[in-house]
Structure formats: C-alpha cells, structure tokens
C-alpha cells in the first residue's frame, strides 16, 4: 500500500518538492548527510514517519536496549543546526502547507478523497519536519506507532 502511496505522491507533486529539498540541501552542502534522509522522505514520504530522537533514546532505555552516547546529540547543537536551516525550512514549510491545502482542497471539489486526503496530511506532515528537521529521526510507521504509544504511556 505504501507503494502506491508513494507512487501517486511522487506523481502528483511530490517530485518537485522533493527537489526543493534536494536543491536547499546542495545549499548547505556541510550538512547534507543529515538532510538526505529527508530528501528521500519527501519524495517517498509513505511507511515511514518522524519521530524525535528523544522519544527515540527514551524508547529504547525503556526497553533496555542499548543506546549509543554517540547519537545523544547536544540540544544546543539541534538548535545551532535548526537556526542556520530556519530561512529555507520556512520556504519548504509553507510550500507544504500550500501543497497540503492544495490537495485538501481537491479533495472538497473534486471527488478524488482516496488520493488527496493521504496526500494533503502528508504534506502538513511534512512541514512540521521541514521546519525544523534536525532532531527527527525517520523511521518506519509500525516502529513509530510503538514509539508514540510509549512516550504517551510515560507521560501518564
């Protein structure tokens, strides 16, 4: 299912901004290795999802595995990181937003829900990541759904 998700994103937009994310992480060359996984994600956003490594770290210490200190990146750096991308993440943000309202609103006019609807929630999904995507993690849906339910069980 995802496949085809993804194969009508790609189609229907996702191609181009993809290559906005492409073309803004070429950009800030220095910290293209940490923005490809994202480039990848916009253009074949379905059977993955971003989640905060620090649900991720908490996750895994609760489940009693091992994490790496490695991985445990400084908040100061996130925000160092998040600051330098905020002029093009707030470009790739609203271009999501529009892209989402787009597709929402395709969805009211024209009778084509199956298509737009997954479509549209994945690009507000996407602006949240693009806005600010250092300290996001993507990872496959299934993991991301038991990753969420325990952080929303710690916080109990």
């Not at 091992?66 to 100061?76: L, T, W």
């Not at 496959?140 to 325990?150: F, G, R, S, V, Y």
């Amino acid at each position: 299912m995802a496949l085809i998700g993804n194969l009508i994103w790609f189609i229907f937009g996702g191609w181009l901004l993809g290559t906005m994310w492409l073309i803004f992480s070429i950009i800030f060359f220095p910290l293209l290795p940490f923005l490809m996984p994202f480039v990848g994600y916009c253009y074949w956003p379905f059977g993955r999802q971003p989640v905060a490594k620090s649900a991720i770290i908490a996750y895994k210490k609760a489940n009693n595995m091992k994490v790496d200190d490695f991985k445990e990146v400084k908040s100061s750096l996130k925000i160092v990181t998040n600051l330098i991308w905020l002029p093009f993440g707030f470009l790739l943000c609203i271009a999501h937003l529009i892209a989402g309202l787009l597709n929402f609103f395709a969805c009211i006019v024209i009778v084509t829900i199956p298509v737009c609807l997954p479509n549209a929630l994945g690009n507000f999904k996407l602006a949240k990541v693009s806005f600010a995507p250092f300290g996001v993690k993507l990872i496959p849906t299934d993991l991301a759904k038991d990753i969420l339910k325990e952080k929303a069980k710690s916080k109990l």
